[in-house]
């Protein structure tokens, strides 16, 4: 479980926001929403440890993010608005480096199926400067299909793409939830669940004094 | 841990084999800043025999530093940086990896054409070895120093300026005794021993702490 407590960042001399404590236990999604510049992708990255807040204080497991280091970053996968991914390399190189930077090597033919999954079929060895912009989106993707990890971090994964992989996205964020991890997602669009929670978060203008989540039950 | 610091090494080295031109400017810088001083000084045999262990170390000074800007600069821009700083591995270690790998590709090339260069300078062969095995112990050095000023820099503006002014001035125990070596080395060959004691000394120094200044350094530079 996620375990946030007043947790503040400026950038600049702008107050982003401040005394934001929320919770993403297992199985729940969390929906941050606000407008451009409110500090949705700050706020990801502090979640994440890129970044050093003013103040507050986040924990997993009941531990600081900042004592578990590394042991968090095992347990974290971060999709941040660059694609992280090498363009002069082909997807499965790079889901090959991906895997293995994870310690959790996997064969070529777990990555082949991914990338399939995803609708890269017959793409796999190309380099990915090839690939169309949504194309790119969809490799550095499928690490969601590969990755174990138990708490997904993911900003606005859902732009560049087209309907098939905004279905497929969302599928496979439901069934991260289902699987019992949490998610952490900015986007403007809504994602059903089958299962699980939602958490809706909204961040507002600094001098707006309560900028804190309202919760909605689960849809079942 | 192993597997991953051969992972990286093998993607860095991949890339650049997938993009030569980078290796390739770097070698050509080093090789045509040599060969520059005998056509402005003249042909003087002493006086290139004398000038020869500075330039040539010089020039690799300066063509490691060129190649430095790159080390971390591409996976800035597409975002791997910011994954590998997120993977589940100390990150020294990774930095450790793409340090090796960017000597390899830039440091090792400079070593293995020193002695053809340093024909211009009417090197004895002596002097030409002593040379070869100086640049091998200095030039990892120049790369894991040169790491803490990329890391520094990046994302900056201007950033390539900074950097030389940042790095060069640390550069400069290891010119000392790399250029020292290689004069020492045509009065007498025994007396060169400290030199390489003292080159050894700063690269065990610079293994040890410039992956961890770097990734300090990287992590500041990604908030």
């Given at each position: ?22 919770q993403v236990p297992a199985q729940t999604l969390l929906h941050v929403r606000g407008r451009n ?184 | ?21 980078d290796v390739l400017t770097t070698l050509f810088f080093f090789i045509i800043v040599i060969s ?174 410039a992956p961890l200044a770097a990734a300090a350094a990287l992590r500041i530079s990604l908030e």
């Open positions: 479980m996620l375990d946030v407590t007043d947790l503040a960042c400026r950038r600049g001399d702008r107050q982003l926001f401040r005394s934001l404590s929320f510049g409110s500090g949705k992708t700050t706020l990801l990255r502090a979640l994440c440890g890129l970044l050093r807040p003013d103040a507050g204080r986040i924990r997993w497991k009941g531990k600081s993010i900042r004592e578990l280091a590394e042991d968090y970053n095992r347990d974290l996968l971060y999709f941040g608005h660059l694609n992280g991914i090498k363009a002069d390399l082909t997807g499965l190189e790079n889901l090959r480096i991906a895997r293995t930077l994870d310690q959790d090597p996997v064969g070529d033919d777990a990555i082949l199926d991914a990338l399939a999954r995803i609708g890269l079929e017959g793409f796999e060895d190309l380099p990915t400067r090839m690939l169309s912009q949504g194309q790119k989106k969809r490799v550095a993707l499928t690490r969601l299909i590969l990755s174990k990890a138990p708490l997904w971090i993911l900003d606005e994964p859902f732009t560049a793409l087209d309907v098939d992989a905004v279905d497929l996205l969302q599928q496979l964020i439901a069934e991260q939830v289902a699987d019992g991890g949490s998610v952490v997602l900015t986007t403007h669009q809504e994602v059903p669940l089958t299962q699980g929670a939602i958490q809706r978060l909204t961040l507002d203008e600094a001098d707006d004094e309560t900028p804190v989540s309202g919760d909605d039950p689960a849809r079942a | 841990m192993l597997s991953v610091f051969y992972s990286v090494l093998a993607r860095d080295i991949l890339l650049a084999l997938r993009r030569r031109t520059l001083f005998p056509l402005g000084v003249g042909s003087e045999r002493e006086q290139l025999q004398a000038l020869g262990p500075g330039v040539v170390w010089v020039a690799a000074l300066l063509a490691s530093m060129l190649a430095l800007e790159r080390l971390f600069a591409a996976d800035y821009d597409d975002g791997t940086l910011e994954q590998l700083l997120l993977t589940g591995q100390p990150l020294a270690l990774l930095v450790l990896a793409k340090v090796l790998a960017h000597w390899l590709l830039t440091g090792l090339p400079l070593v293995l054409i020193a002695p053809l260069v340093a024909m211009q300078y009417h090197l004895e062969a002596t002097a030409v070895w002593v040379m070869m095995a100086a640049l091998a112990v200095g030039t990892p050095v120049l790369s894991l120093i040169g790491a803490i000023g990329a890391a520094l820099t990046l994302g900056l503006r201007g950033g390539g300026i900074l950097l030389s002014l940042l790095i060069l001035p640390l550069y400069v125990p290891v010119l000392v005794y790399g250029a020292g070596a290689v004069t020492v080395s045509a009065i007498e060959i025994a007396d060169t021993e400290p030199y390489f004691y003292l080159l050894g000394a700063f690269l065990l120094g610079a293994l040890v702490l």
